[in-house]
């Protein structure tokens, strides 16, 4: 079975320090992989999506970046983290073909002081 | 453009009570499919249900049981019999016909109150 896994789960960080959340999951090959982005209280924003290694699809402009070094690895990251930058960063897969159920992992509460 | 709406923000029920989370969508293509998350407390999405646009029937698992009517463009979901561990955010979702981008509506948060 498939499995996705988020690390760190918990991180507080200083504004201006650098940032690098990784997803990985197992189960499976060549997924499509996301990120995405809770504000407290609030809906889901999709930040990135990557079909394959080393390709990236950037949907908000912003303080952030992706990469997909790997088929079943996804890095979130960040040069210097702003406030605005604090929230709980969730990772998904889903299979290749399009409109495929996403599976979420645990996610990361990121906490930027 | 894709959309979802959840109207009801936040519900509370009395635990045993049943409860319904209303979703509305929108859509000009023919071909998609809807879906239904939690995220309790601890913060994962769990999934619940995948329904394609041709499959109208409803859908009944245990507790859980969803509404799909296409002439009101709606995918309700009832629990019933609630109970405390049904205390989550509940979150629907679409997506258009082939597109890789989920549309998320912006969750309801059910209190089941013991």
């Known amino acids: 079975s498939q499995t996705i896994h988020q690390w760190p789960a918990t991180l507080v960080q200083p504004v201006g320090s650098p940032l690098s959340l990784e997803c990985t999951v197992e189960g499976t090959s060549n997924p499509n992989l996301y990120w995405y982005r809770q504000a407290a209280g609030r809906g889901l924003q999709l930040l990135f999506y990557?079909?394959?290694?080393?390709?990236i699809s950037s949907e908000v402009p912003q303080n952030l970046s992706a990469s997909r070094p790997q088929d079943r690895q996804f890095i979130l990251s960040s040069k210097k983290l702003l406030l605005s930058d604090s929230g709980f960063y969730l990772c998904a897969w889903s299979g290749l073909h399009g409109a495929e159920t996403q599976y979420f992992g645990p996610g990361t509460r990121l906490l930027v002081l | 453009a894709q959309k979802v709406t959840q109207a009801q923000t936040e519900i509370s029920v009395v635990e045993k009570e049943d409860v319904t989370l209303d979703c509305v969508y929108e859509t000009r293509d023919t071909t998609y499919y809807l879906f239904w998350y939690k995220q309790p407390p601890s913060g994962e999405l769990v999934f619940l249900i995948r329904?394609?646009?041709?499959?109208?029937q409803n859908e009944i698992s245990g507790r859980y049981s969803w509404n799909f009517q296409k002439s009101t463009s709606s995918f309700n979901f009832t629990i019933t019999a609630s109970q405390v561990v049904d205390s989550a955010v509940y979150f629907c979702?679409?997506?258009?016909?082939?597109?890789?981008?989920?549309?998320f509506g912006k969750g309801t948060r059910l209190h089941i109150l013991p």
């Open positions: 979702a679409l997506i258009a016909n082939r597109d890789d981008k989920i549309i």
């Open positions: 990557s079909v394959g290694i080393g390709q």
């Open positions: 329904r394609n646009s041709f499959d109208e």
